[in-house]
T-cell receptor
Framework: KQEVTQIPAALSVPEGENLVLNCSFTDSAIYNLQWFRQDPGKGLTSLLLIQSSQREQTSGRLNASLDKSSGRSTLYIAASQPGDSATYLCAAENDYKLSFGAGTTVTVRA | GAGVSQTPSNKVTEKGKYVELRCDPISGHTALYWYRQSLGQGPEFLIY????????DSGLPNDRFFAVRPEGSVSTLKIQRTERGDSAVYLC?????????????FGPGTRLTVL
């Protein structure tokens, strides 16, 4: 069974600082690795999807890397803003289903 | 275009009652998924539909849980004899074809509270 772990569980930074969120998974036979954002009381918004054959994906201030052999992915958010405050979840896809970590809750202080 | 919608947004019921939760996927998406998210945790997979059929129901916790998708679009998750431990947010997602590179798009969820 795929186990996904996210460290740290919570993070508080001043505005403008870069964010580094870590995700590890136990089964490297993944189809892809996805990062989502969840705001309080809301559903999940997809941020980035990295296919198993890729090493990274970028979208604006977001960059995600994938090292499948070591079972790790990292999400970088450059020049954080208060609007980036949310919970970030990573999910590994095996056999069409996603296995999620518990998330990292980010607070960006103005 | 419209995203994934779920109704109701909140459902409060009493222990032992029957509930139905509805999911309307993005139009044209053939793959549909149900997940359950307990407080402070990530979502957990329940069931995956490809078209009208359940391709993988390995995440359903027991036989009190059942889901249908009779016409390949709207899906209903049904919970019989609800228990307090069923309280959670139930999330629905859809993807265009269920392929390995497809993004899953999530709805806002239904918060179920069993008293």
């Amino acid at each position: 069974k795929q186990e996904v772990t996210q460290i740290p569980a919570a993070l508080s930074v001043p505005e403008g600082e870069n964010l580094v969120l870590n995700c590890s998974f136990t089964d490297s036979a993944i189809y892809n690795l996805q990062w989502f954002r969840q705001d309080p009381g809301k559903g999940l918004t997809s941020l980035l999807l990295i296919q198993s054959s890729q090493r990274e994906q970028t979208s604006g201030r977001l960059n995600a890397s994938l090292d499948k052999s070591s079972g790790r992915s990292t999400l970088y958010i450059a020049a954080s803003q208060p609007g980036d405050s949310a919970t970030y979840l990573c999910a590994a896809e095996n056999d069409y289903k996603l296995s999620f970590g518990a998330g990292t809750t980010v607070t960006v202080r103005a | 275009g419209a995203g994934v919608s779920q109704t109701p947004s909140n459902k409060v019921t009493e222990k032992g009652k029957y509930v139905e939760l509805r999911c309307d996927p993005i139009s044209g998406h053939t793959a549909l998924y149900w997940y359950r998210q307990s407080l402070g945790q990530g979502p957990e997979f329940l069931i995956y539909f490809q078209g009208t059929g359940a391709a993988d129901d390995s995440g359903l916790p027991n036989d009190r849980f059942f889901a249908v998708r009779p016409e390949g679009s709207v899906s209903t998750l049904k919970i019989q004899r609800t228990e307090r431990g069923d309280s959670a947010v139930y999330l629905c997602a859809s993807s265009s074809s269920g392929g390995r590179t497809d993004t899953q798009y999530f709805g806002p969820g239904t918060r179920l509270t069993v008293l």
